[in-house]
């Protein structure tokens, strides 16, 4: 007989799910449907990242790698860590893995013991919460406010800190809020992290999206290298989402502690994928000029038609490609919107409570369809959201 394990009794799986489930099933039916609720970019991975596998994969390249990685992708990581991230570390100091999730897991996996604590902001990425939980630990949420801009500060951290403590998630650009921390926050967390003795867990993967402000590297600042971890992937600055390649930098006394989780449990990220990875960091952001603009722009119709809402209120994302509006004045619970905006308009958003408590009576909007589907979407929730007031 079945018996679920204790560690996954307290897991629940995602409503995100639910939602596409629904969402797909409509479609087979007939219905048109405008899907808002997926957090991938819809271009293609650029051909010079894809031609670069396809060369690897005709000459042979389909056997196990070191368990770090290749070291020439992972030369060239450290190049882009030091030319964009102001992050000065040796190929040492960098796990390759089967994307930024296997990243996460090898961090929490790594360092956090049972009974320890993590610091989540909320709104956060559900499996935040639910790393720390596998790990044994408890996941604590951090609410943040939509009136401030989701923005971090030293007091909202020292509330929730406790001698249990042992790391602190980062992750900005945000998901789901697309908050950019700016440099007077992160100087704040930097010297959180510094008093407190905590580690710094810094997902970076929405980093080539930031439309208002900057994107910097907590590890950059002063005292923070020591204590950070640094993630990145190759799944949405490249449009790469099924390739599973992603990154951990750290110091390489870390990472020669560390490697031992994806060592046990992948051993090696894919050789081919490794390979064409090479050319996204040789190449850079020349092959991804166009989809940048292209979510520039969805971004800027999003904000201009949740303005429009009557009782919707909405912190403009500064970065990533989702917009995480506050939809409790249409008297629905999150769930409920997006249900009704499914049947009612034909558009899948997500509600935010999977997000951590911040995101009660919220949902989350990705803007990763094509721009013109985008408009169309919004036009949709637009006279939805009017049917109800």
């Not at 390759?96 to 989540?120: H, N, P, Q, Y």
């Not at 952001?285 to 009782?311: C, H, N, Q, W």
Request: charged residues 25%.
């Amino acid at each position: 007989m079945f018996t679920e394990s204790k560690r996954l009794a307290d897991i629940s799986l995602a409503d995100i799910r639910v939602v596409f489930d629904r969402a797909n099933k409509l479609e087979a039916e007939g219905r048109d449907i405008i899907h808002m609720e997926i957090g991938r970019p819809d271009f293609d991975t650029p051909a010079e990242i894809k031609n670069k596998a396809k060369e690897a994969l005709d000459e042979g390249m389909v056997h196990y790698t070191s368990n770090h990685g290749l070291y020439e992708l992972r030369e060239e990581f450290a190049a882009k860590l030091k030319r964009e991230n102001n992050i000065e570390l040796s190929p040492e100091g960098i796990i390759v893995t089967t994307g930024a999730m296997m990243a996460l897991t090898t961090a929490v996996l790594g360092l956090v013991d049972e009974g320890e604590e993590v610091l989540i902001p909320s709104p956060g990425y559900p499996s935040f919460f639910k790393q720390v939980k596998l790990a044994g630990a408890t996941p604590i949420d951090v609410p943040l406010a939509l009136e401030d801009g989701f923005s971090l500060s030293r007091e909202v951290l020292a509330d929730k800190y406790s001698e249990k403590t042992k790391m602190l998630v980062l992750n900005s650009p945000n998901n789901p809020t697309g908050a950019v921390q700016d440099k007077k926050a992160l100087q704040e967390v930097a010297e959180f992290a510094k008093e407190k003795d905590i580690y710094v867990l810094a997902d970076e993967c929405y980093e080539k999206f930031v439309f208002e402000g900057e994107h910097i590297s907590i590890a950059s600042l002063p005292g923070m290298q020591e204590r950070t971890l640094t993630v990145h992937s190759t799944s949405k600055s490249f449009s790469m989402t099924g390739w599973r390649i992603g990154f951990i930098s750290a110091l390489p006394e870390i990472i020669d502690s560390l490697i031992k989780v994806p060592q046990n449990m992948i051993l090696s990220a894919t050789a081919f994928a490794q390979a064409g990875s090479i050319a996204a960091y040789q190449k850079g952001d020349s092959l991804i000029e166009p989809m940048i603009k292209a979510f520039a722009e969805r971004r800027k119709i999003v904000a201009d038609y949740l303005t429009r809402m009557p009782g919707v209120k909405f912190a403009e994302p500064g970065g990533g490609f989702y917009a995480f509006p506050d939809i409790s004045a249409t008297g629905l619970e999150p769930m409920d919107f997006c249900e009704y905006l499914l049947e009612e308009a034909g558009v899948a958003v997500v509600p935010g409570d999977d997000f951590g408590k911040a995101g009660e009576g919220c949902i989350r909007i990705a803007f990763t369809c094509a721009t013109e589907r985008v408009e169309e979407g919004m036009e949709r929730m637009l006279k939805a959201v009017k049917k109800l007031n």
